[in-house]
């Protein structure tokens, strides 16, 4: 099996963790149930929800069984963690509505057949828990002072903290007993702020059941400009389509910070990172084009690979095409011919295939098409190493186009950076 916290590690994903090397153990003994929790305070998912989500699917990758926990339950309580104020309560039936929604937006990242993974709601059985037993069988298994100690709790403490919020680490580890007994789940992940509620799980679950589970929590990312990742000055940026749309999203990643750019790229893409690691070393012009496979990367994950292709061509319509080097991460998936880009208006003249039998030189062609003022400049510029042919560079002596250089029944010539021409072959 994969080493699955070898691939959250090289990526960046691990920032605290619970008793790692009895962990390594269980996950190397066999497929292992893991959860991560996600309350529906709102009807989408968010760029940030990513991270955890990407998590989810490196474990099923590596041969182990997600839970996706969508807290209905919880949002009922609100989770001061991160917040300095307390979350706008929303109705049940608000919250029902949210669930429904992200259930159907999460089943597009994980394969949830039987054995594979499982989505589960916490308002299924916190809905009947009975007040005073549950104070008996599980509150009094809680310290109030070390709860208090967590850092979500103080910080709340200075500007006011609800007894109803009070309850949220208590409902969360209760939580993971749930899970556990149910369900043999022996992890849980979350972001950095959970780490005091997962600590609580873990406590709770070893307390009654005298069991080893375990903890495991992501960075809380923000941006290079120290803003939170997923904001920008409009809002958040969703992952519901209705609410973001693909291009936006595509766009909000293509212009992301130089600074950002590896660590996105081994966040939210699958690329190996063998390759994500040479952007370091990337010339400005490199880092553009890594950019690119970035953004087409990551919304061809959240909304597809059509999606995404349309994003990248209107982005070229508006931009410019922009060519894709194939030594750039080369294991995506991106169409690296500035054709797909730009093919809607590239300029184009047809050309009889008989021609290209006795072979044709290129400066021939690019002089009729226009591409250079007279078939001497046309080979000056083979010369000068300015001429590509389907984006491979030529070179004097190796211009001869024959029925070979036909690619899906075209040519593409392109001069310098950003001069095109496209040859229909008849």
Known sequence: MKNFLAELESRGF???????????????????????????????????????????????????????????????????????????MLDGKAIGRNTKKIKKQVERFLDFSPEKAIILNNYDWLKNLRYVKFLREIGRHFSVNRMLSAEAYKIRMERGLSFLEFNYQVLQAYDFLVLYRKHGCVLQMGGDDQWGNILAGIDLVRRLESAEVFGLTFPLLTTANQQKMGKTASGAVWLDPQRTSPYDFYQYFRNVDDRDLENFLAFFTFLPMEEIRMVKDFSEAELNQAKTILAFEITKFVHGEKEAESAWKAAARLFGAQRIEPRILPASSINRSPLAGEQDNLPTSNLPGTRLQPGLPAWELIFEVGLASSRSEARRLIQQGGVYINDERISEGQDLLSPDSVKDGAILIRVGKKKYHKIRVT
């Open 14 to 88: 691990i920032r605290q963790i619970t008793e790692r090397e009895k962990l390594e153990e269980k996950l190397a003994a066999g497929p292992m149930m893991a959860y991560i929790g996600f309350d529906p305070t709102a009807d989408s998912l968010h760029a940030g929800s990513l991270l955890p989500i990407m998590a989810l699917v490196h474990l099923q990758r590596a041969g182990h069984r997600p839970i996706l926990l969508l807290g209905d339950g919880t949002a009922r309580v609100g989770d001061p963690s991160g917040h300095t104020e307390m979350r706008q």
